[in-house]
Structures are given as structure tokens and as C-alpha cells.
């Protein structure tokens, strides 16, 4: 029987820290709903800024959200001459500081990592980032935060 605990205290010692201490990216990565989203960050060279230390909030478009893009925009998009417009639109989904959702009261407005303002507001308890609603709130990951969203964000005119 401590053979038995022994190998599980050692298994936890070896698994627990690498899911405990994840950074953003790698947490987008293990749940298996952005693979859009780590396509793009990667084509753009975002990704490399999510794995340093941060901190960052990310809201994270579904996979699902991608579908409101058509496909020709979507993988003109990752062509590299498109490169600095992909990391433009994937920069406002990025802050560089940690917001969890019950920090957020009201309506505040803060500067994306790519100098945009974005809105971010709580009404009747949901939190909407532009025109997206937050579906999930508050993963945390060694380096911030992550938050899903059922729309990939646009430009507020």
C-alpha cells in the first residue's frame, strides 16, 4: 500500500505543477476550443509574447466565433503579408494586465495591447468585451487570465 502512495505522491509531484502553472497560451492550447485562435496567434507571432511572463488578460474567441468570418478572409488573414493586420485584430483581445470578472462593475474602458480602447461591462451579472458576451470567465493560468467569448472582436467606429 505505500508503494501505492508513493507513486501517486510522485505522479502528483511531476503532472500537478505543469496543469497548476500553465501560462495562457499553453491553457488555450490544452482545452481544445481555440485551435483558430493558436493558429492565428501563432501566423501573427503573438503566441511568443503570451508564453513570457506577463501579465495578461486574454479574451479568447471560440472556435465557433471564427465561423462569423468568411473562409477566404479568414485565410487571407494568415498569409504572411497580412501578418500585422492579424496581429492588429488579435491585439484587441489581449491586455497587459489581469482583469477578472469581479473587478469588472459598470462600464470601463481600457487600452488592448494593440493601443485600442475596447468597452468592457457587466450587465445583469455577464460580462461583454465590445459586442462579444463572456461565455467563461476567469481561467487562470500562471501568467493571467483567460476569457472565453462567443465573437472574435471588431473595431468600434
Known amino acids: 500500500m505505500k508503494k501505492i502512495y508513493s507513486i501517486f505522491f510522485l505522479l502528483m509531484i511531476i503532472f500537478v505543477p505543469s496543469i497548476a502553472f500553465a501560462n495562457v497560451l499553453n491553457k488555450l492550447n490544452e482545452t481544445g476550443k481555440f485551435t483558430k485562435l493558436n493558429e492565428t496567434l501563432t501566423k501573427s507571432g503573438l503566441n511568443k509574447d503570451l508564453e513570457s511572463k506577463g501579465p495578461f ?19 487571407g488573414l494568415l498569409r504572411e503579408e497580412n501578418k500585422d493586420k492579424l ?70 467606429n
Open 87 to 156: 496581429a492588429n485584430i488579435l491585439g484587441r483581445h489581449i491586455f497587459s494586465k489581469e482583469i477578472t470578472s469581479s473587478e469588472i462593475d459598470g462600464e470601463i474602458k481600457l487600452k488592448a495591447i494593440n493601443g485600442e480602447e475596447i468597452t468592457i461591462k457587466k450587465v445583469n451579472g455577464i460580462v461583454y468585451v465590445n459586442e462579444a458576451e463572456v461565455v467563461t470567465a476567469d481561467i487562470e493560468a500562471s501568467n493571467g487570465v483567460i476569457h472565453f467569448i462567443n465573437r472574435v472582436l471588431q473595431p468600434l
Open 57 to 75: 488578460t486574454v479574451f479568447a474567441p471560440l472556435d465557433d466565433a471564427f465561423a462569423a468570418i468568411s473562409a477566404q478572409t479568414y485565410y
